[in-house]
C-alpha cells in the first residue's frame, strides 16, 4: 500500500516534473514554456501542482528570475535522476542508441586562469569522465548564480560569505612572468629586472575582482616604496591587456599558468620574475588566493568524482612555473 505522501506524488503529471527541471535550470518561466513548447499558463498550472504536492513554494521571485527554496534545491537531483530513466525508457521502447546524459558542469573561473584551465581540462587523460564542462567568467553576481543554481561552482579570487555556499581554498601563484614586446627596452636590463625598473615604464594589469580590483600589487609597492610609477592602466579582459603591450609599449605581469599563451605571439616575450622582486612585491598585497565556491554537499548536482578531477586540475595548474 502507498503511503500518503507517495501517493500525492504518484499521482503528478510526469510533465509537471520536468517543468521542475527545466524551471530549476533556467529561472523563468518564459523561458520554460518557451523550451518545452507549451503555453506559460499550462507552466504556471505545473507549479501550482508541485507546490500542492510538496506543500511548498518551490521557487519565490528574484531580480534574476525564480530562486530554488532549500526544498526545491533537495528535489532537484532525484527529479533529473528520475529524468533520465524517462529518457532510457523512451530509447529502450523506441529501439534508439543510448545517449550520454552526464549532466554538464557549469563553473566560473578567474578571468586570468581560464584558457589555461580549458586547456588543460580538454588534454586530460580522463577527460570522458570529467564529462563537459562550461566555463564563464567570474563575475560580481557569480556566488548568487552559484546559490541559485544558475552556476554549479567557482574557481575565485575572493572567499564568498552567501549563506548556503562553502568556500575552500586551492592555492596560489609561487612565482609570476613579465611580459612586453620583444623589442621593449626593459628587456636590455635582463635578468637584473627590478621591480623600480618596471615602475620607470608604462605598466598595464587585468583588473580581477578579490585581488587587484581596487589596487594593483605594484602600485601598492610603489606607495610603500615611494617608488615613482610613471604610468599605469587597468584593463578588463586579456585581449584589451595583449593589445595594450603591443601598441602602447607597456608592461605588465601575468601568472605562470598564462605564460606560454603569452609566449605562442611572436610579438611578445615573458621572463620570471626574481623571486626576490617577487617577494617584494607582494609584501603589501598577497598573491591571488584561489577558492572553490559552491553548495553545501547535499544540494550539489554533480558527483565527488567529476569534482575531485577538476580540484586537482586547478591544484596542479597553480603549481606550474
Not at 604610468?231 to 591587456?241: G, Q
Request: with cysteine; proline share 5%; hydrophobic share 40%.
Amino acid at each position: 500500500m502507498l503511503s500518503k505522501s507517495l501517493k500525492k506524488i504518484s499521482e503528478l503529471d510526469v510533465f509537471s516534473l520536468i517543468v521542475f527541471k527545466v524551471l530549476y535550470e533556467n529561472g523563468y518561466a518564459n523561458n520554460t514554456a518557451s523550451e518545452l513548447q507549451v503555453s506559460a499558463p499550462k507552466v504556471s498550472r505545473c507549479l501550482a501542482s508541485l507546490r500542492t504536492t510538496f506543500d511548498d513554494e518551490l521557487f519565490y521571485r528574484r531580480q534574476q528570475g525564480l530562486k530554488p527554496t532549500p526544498l526545491a534545491e533537495l528535489l532537484y537531483k532525484p527529479i533529473c535522476d528520475f529524468y533520465r530513466i524517462l529518457v532510457h525508457l523512451e530509447q529502450v521502447g523506441l529501439g534508439e542508441p543510448e545517449l550520454d546524459f552526464t549532466p554538464i558542469i557549469h563553473v566560473a573561473v578567474a578571468k586570468n586562469i581560464m584558457t589555461s584551465l580549458a586547456m588543460v581540462i580538454s588534454q586530460h587523460p580522463q577527460h570522458e569522465t570529467i564529462g563537459k564542462i562550461r566555463l564563464q567568467q567570474w563575475g560580481h553576481n557569480s556566488a548568487e548564480l552559484i546559490h541559485n543554481g544558475g552556476i554549479d561552482f567557482g574557481i575565485a579570487l575572493e572567499s564568498s560569505q552567501s549563506a548556503g555556499l562553502n568556500c575552500e581554498y586551492l592555492g596560489t601563484h609561487k612565482n609570476i612572468y613579465l611580459a612586453a614586446k620583444v623589442d621593449h627596452p626593459i628587456w636590455e636590463r635582463s635578468p637584473q629586472i627590478t621591480l623600480e625598473k618596471i615602475a620607470s615604464y608604462s605598466f598595464v594589469y587585468l583588473e580581477s575582482k578579490g585581488f587587484n580590483d581596487r589596487v594593483d600589487p605594484l602600485e601598492m609597492y610603489c606607495q610603500n616604496a615611494r617608488v615613482e610609477l610613471v604610468d599605469v592602466d587597468k584593463v578588463t579582459n586579456r585581449e584589451e591587456l595583449l593589445s595594450h603591450l603591443m601598441t602602447m609599449d607597456s608592461v605588465a605581469f601575468t601568472p605562470a599558468v598564462e605564460a606560454d599563451i603569452y609566449d605562442s605571439i611572436p610579438a611578445l616575450r615573458t621572463e620570471v620574475l626574481a623571486s626576490e622582486q617577487f617577494n617584494k612585491l607582494h609584501c603589501g598585497l598577497k598573491p591571488p588566493q584561489y577558492c572553490l565556491v559552491e553548495k553545501e554537499p547535499k544540494n550539489r548536482r554533480y558527483s565527488e568524482g567529476r569534482r575531485a578531477i577538476i580540484v586537482d586540475i586547478v591544484t596542479d595548474l597553480l603549481k606550474s612555473t
